[in-house]
């Protein structure tokens, strides 16, 4: 199995928090976002991550080679990074080769590690990460679902629902799906809707599903967060990285 990452975007919501760096290279307890993703890929066992970069992708390249990951990290430069993560969502699968099963995942988010547990393990081939436990709001990705059918995968919510939870932004995907959220991508690029956010072409192929396909696991209670905004790093800091486990340090 392999685990497919987007660090390409610019972050321009922190403003001067990250000093021009990709938003993978904040470093929390000591340790970049980056090296904890590759040591959580690596402790979970997968065999290989490919990293979509863009804004100063020679900073990405020269933390994988500090750390030593040179021989686990693959990695996939998108010239068009300023266009937003759909186009970067496709510049990564289209680098696959698609013969098994892979993680795609944010590069933004200090997480427990039990999450990629989570992912790997038994279960159904094609799932979400689901936090209940979330504030309501404008900026969360939700996922909704009614009498056990996904019935929506948006920030903005429109429909009946039973059950609802945040997106973590990370998610397993069978070689099927991961070619059809390829394909749709490439149907969003002939359409010049290249500025559309990644989550709208994995919403398409989630609602086209049959039932079944797609599943869940919930992750309430797990610390996480995704950081977008000033605040989220003081958040990191002082909520999430101390209730992280030893096992959370590269």
Same mark, same amino acid.
């Given at each position: 199995?392999?685990?497919?990452?987007?660090?390409?975007?610019?972050?321009?919501?922190?403003?001067?928090?990250?000093?021009?760096?990709?938003?993978?290279?904040?470093?929390?307890?000591?340790?970049?976002?980056?090296?904890?993703?590759?040591?959580?890929?690596?402790?979970?066992?997968?065999?290989?991550?490919?990293?979509?970069?863009?804004?100063?992708?020679?900073? +990405?390249?020269?933390?994988? @080679?500090? +750390?030593?990951?040179? !021989?686990?990290?693959?990695?996939?430069?998108?010239?068009?990074?300023?266009?937003?993560?759909?186009?970067?969502?496709?510049?990564?699968?289209?680098?696959?080769?698609?013969?098994?099963?892979?993680?795609?995942?944010?590069?933004?988010?200090?997480?427990?590690?039990?999450?990629?547990?989570?992912?790997?393990?038994?279960?159904?081939?094609?799932?979400?990460?689901? @936090?209940?436990?979330?504030?309501?709001?404008?900026?969360?990705?939700?996922?909704?679902?009614?009498?056990?059918?996904?019935?929506?995968?948006?920030?903005?919510?429109?429909?009946?629902?039973?059950?609802?939870?945040?997106?973590?932004?990370?998610?397993?995907?069978?070689?099927?799906?991961?070619?059809?959220?390829?394909?749709?991508?490439?149907?969003?690029?002939?359409?010049?809707?290249?500025?559309?956010?990644?989550?709208?072409?994995?919403?398409?192929?989630?609602?086209?599903?049959? @039932?079944?396909?797609?599943?869940?696991?919930?992750?309430?209670?797990?610390?996480?967060?995704?950081? !977008?905004?000033? @605040?989220? +790093?003081?958040?990191?800091?002082?909520?999430?990285?101390?209730?992280?486990?030893?096992?959370?340090?590269?």
């Amino acid at each position: 199995m392999e685990a497919l990452m987007l660090a390409a975007g610019i972050g321009d919501r922190l403003g001067d928090s990250v000093d021009g760096r990709p938003k993978v290279l904040m470093q929390f307890g000591g340790a970049t976002l980056l090296s904890r993703h590759i040591a959580n890929l690596r402790a979970a066992g997968l065999d290989r991550l490919t990293v979509v970069t863009g804004h100063h992708r020679a900073m +990405i390249e020269d933390e994988i @080679d500090r +750390i030593g990951a040179s !021989d686990f990290v693959h990695i996939v430069f998108n010239p068009d990074y300023r266009e937003g993560s759909l186009v970067s969502m496709h510049v990564g699968l289209s680098a696959l080769d698609h013969a098994g099963p892979i993680l795609f995942m944010d590069g933004d988010v200090l997480y427990d590690r039990r999450m990629i547990d989570r992912l790997v393990g038994p279960g159904c081939d094609n799932r979400f990460l689901l @936090d209940r436990g979330f504030v309501p709001g404008d900026e969360p990705v939700k996922i909704c679902l009614s009498g056990g059918r996904f019935v929506e995968f948006r920030k903005k919510v429109d429909v009946e629902f039973d059950l609802w939870g945040e997106s973590v932004g990370f998610f397993r995907f069978a070689p099927d799906i991961a070619r059809a959220l390829r394909a749709r991508c490439e149907v969003y690029l002939a359409e010049g809707r290249r500025l559309e956010p990644y989550e709208e072409v994995i919403r398409d192929v989630l609602l086209a599903a049959e @039932d079944g396909v797609f599943g869940y696991e919930d992750v309430t209670g797990l610390p996480w967060i995704e950081i !977008d905004f000033p @605040d989220d +790093i003081r958040r990191a800091e002082v909520e999430i990285l101390p209730r992280l486990g030893e096992g959370d340090t590269p």
